[in-house]
């Protein structure tokens, strides 16, 4: 996301009958040689460290995201380019009460330990809450819970250097 090139980079290119993958070269650019079928393909970027976050070109770590580049044999591609967003560490705390669940959430840049801010959102079966993620710091309360031991999700949203990442977690409440 700071611009710089990135080496080691795995660049997948692929559709039904044709997967390659390739790698960057220390000034942050690839080259494929094969003269591939016309046809539309997928392209991913991952990063064999977990430093960066995969992505798929067109901007997104989701395949519903993902653009598709039309390649016509014979004609060069330029311009498959993406800015990869740090990979999120996420280390959690949960408590249960009475009818509510407390989970306590730290996040740091795999990229550069820092800590970054975003929004956390904690949910369960259509309840949710959302807080603000102070540098790298959250705790947030769901309260109107069920008993039992319940599967909730952490939700980081990211930010435009830090990649968005779920979890899970499990809580017992009273």
């Not at 070109?57 to 598709?68: A, C, P, V, Y």
């Not at 330029?78 to 407390?102: E, F, H, I």
């Not at 309840?127 to 309360?141: N, P």
């Amino acid at each position: 996301s700071s611009g710089r090139p990135l080496k080691g980079i795995g660049v997948r290119i692929y559709a039904t009958g044709y997967d390659r993958v390739i790698t960057t070269r220390s000034s942050g650019r690839y080259t494929l040689k094969d003269t591939i079928p016309a046809g539309a393909y997928a392209v991913r970027f991952d990063d064999p460290n977990d430093v960066w976050a995969s992505q798929f070109f067109g901007g997104g770590t989701d395949r519903k995201t993902l653009q598709r580049v039309q390649v016509t044999p014979g004609t060069p591609m330029n311009g498959l380019d993406t800015k990869l967003k740090s990979r999120a560490t996420v280390k959690t705390a949960t408590k249960g009460g009475t009818g509510k669940a407390k989970v306590a959430v730290r996040i740091t840049r795999a990229a550069s330990s820092k800590a970054p801010g975003g929004k956390l959102t904690l949910s369960f079966e259509g309840r949710s809450k959302t807080v603000d993620v102070v540098k790298g710091r959250a705790v947030v309360t769901l309260s109107g819970l069920p008993s039992g031991k319940l599967s909730l999700t952490a939700t980081y949203s990211g930010t435009s250097s830090t990649a968005s990442v779920t979890k899970a977690l499990r809580v017992s409440v009273k």
